[in-house]
């Protein structure tokens, strides 16, 4: 059974950095592609970044220039560098992932997408 676990979440002032991660265990097949979503109270599940083993990466409007998601394949670690963090960019963060293909011609930012799922980290952001 393919297993999650995020860390390095925490509360930091607007502006400031963030570096989560996301260690991967018992893949069943070296085809996937991973992403981080992202949830606020009464609010839905958003995808905020998705990687894919090519190093394919598709990003959220709202966090462009400012998110980074990296893929170590060889040690099944996602990462998220979170940079001029917002307010709004408080939540839990869950990574994600996803055996085989996806269509289309960058990895996918819906939650349908995604079979396996982290039990997520907080992040705060305080202005």
């Known amino acids: 059974q393919t297993h999650l676990v995020e860390s390095g979440g925490g509360s930091v002032q607007a502006g400031g950095s963030l570096r989560l991660s996301c260690a991967g265990s018992?893949?069943?097949?070296?085809?996937?592609?991973m992403g981080w979503f992202r949830q606020a109270p009464g609010k839905e599940r958003e995808g905020v970044a998705a990687i894919d083993g090519r190093g394919s990466r598709n990003y959220a409007d709202s966090v462009k220039g400012r998110f980074t998601i990296s893929l170590d394949n060889g040690e099944n670690t996602l990462s998220l560098q979170m940079n001029s963090l917002k307010p709004e960019d408080t939540a839990m963060y869950y990574c994600a992932l996803n055996y085989g293909y996806y269509s289309g011609y960058l990895p996918p930012l819906n939650r349908g997408a995604f079979r396996y799922w982290g039990q997520g980290t907080q992040v705060s952001v305080s202005s």
């Open positions: 018992e893949f069943t097949s070296r085809i996937y592609y």
